[in-house]
């Protein structure tokens, strides 16, 4: 036996490198997910016509100036990459996502940290950008590019703990998540495709970078799956044809 800061263990137990989450660490409360969620909110009280339970007449200023289109990206309003993300047509649009944003970041971010959870949140939002951009040239509003992140990530964190991602219920939100994208044609099935894998990569990177003992691979990769995102974004809108439709 070996003694290690969790106490002994077999020889080959001790040679894991799997990061260790103090009981401390878990009850922290979820910060950044509250403050998504708010941010969410206030931004849907500020638009116009949004109050149906889902209606399609969301107008005005911030609506205008907020959502994802090539024409827009090709103005250079590259901040829309961002803003698109706070914004929904319908209490029934905002309501989904952020109940599943609520459910997600209750299990992840306490147990990952605000920053990471954070930084895989807006990682999938532009990869999520990205993926609208790509797949057709209709204007996209909504959290569900960065919340299927979020989904692709848990599903990683879940496997990676030895845990069933189907028994979870992550695995078959995703599933039917994934079937609703592609059978209703409001849905963006790009912002949906792009979110997941965003955050699966990222997911992906942190579970590397923590069984070898490199925090920072997850946060470099991150920023490189950014900064990929927003340069791929600004040429597909810039390109002739754009993306596949």
Request: proline residues 3%; charged residues 10%; hydrophobic residues 50%.
């Amino acid at each position: 036996m070996t003694p290690t800061n969790v106490g002994m263990r077999c020889p080959e137990c001790a040679k894991q490198r799997t990061k260790v989450v103090r009981m401390r660490e878990m009850t922290r409360l979820p910060r950044v997910t509250y403050a998504l969620i708010a941010i969410n909110v206030l931004v849907f009280l500020a638009e116009k016509g949004q109050f149906t339970i889902a209606g399609e007449t969301l107008h005005g200023t911030v609506a205008n100036e907020g959502f994802l289109s090539r024409e827009a990206i090709v103005a250079h309003q590259y901040w829309r990459l961002i803003t698109n993300g706070f914004i929904h047509e319908s209490i029934l649009h905002i309501g989904f996502n952020m109940y599943l944003l609520y459910l997600l970041g209750l299990m992840l971010e306490p147990s990952i940290g605000s920053a990471r959870f954070a930084l895989v949140y807006f990682t999938s939002l532009l990869c999520g950008s990205f993926g609208v951009l790509f797949w057709s040239n209709a204007q996209s509003i909504g959290a569900s590019g960065a919340v299927f992140g979020l989904l692709g990530f848990g599903a990683v964190e879940l496997r990676s703990r030895g845990s069933s991602v189907m028994q979870s219920g992550i695995g078959m939100l995703i599933v039917l998540n994934l079937v609703i994208t592609f059978l209703d044609p409001n849905i963006s099935i790009g912002a949906h495709i792009g979110g997941l894998i965003g955050g699966v990569l990222a997911g992906l990177a942190f579970r590397y970078g923590d069984r070898h003992r490199l925090p920072a691979l997850g946060i470099s990769a991150c920023v490189a799956l950014s900064v990929v995102a927003v340069a791929a974004s600004l040429l597909v809108a810039s390109a002739p044809g754009g993306g596949i439709a």
